[in-house]
């Protein structure tokens, strides 16, 4: 069987990895600040 000649792009595989865990990063940055900011308790009534 002959080959497609398909590579993978590995430089997109590695920027959406990089994306992903920057988005991450911030959605847990953000969660850890609200929760500073306000008592547990009350962060969770609001939710």
Not at 6 to 29: F, I, N, Q, Y
């Amino acid at each position: 069987m002959r080959s497609l000649g398909l590579e993978v792009p590995w430089a997109h595989v590695v920027g959406a990895v990089a994306l992903v865990a920057l988005a991450l990063l911030a959605s847990c940055a953000h969660a850890l600040r609200r929760l500073r900011a306000a008592p547990l308790i009350d962060a969770l009534r609001t939710e």
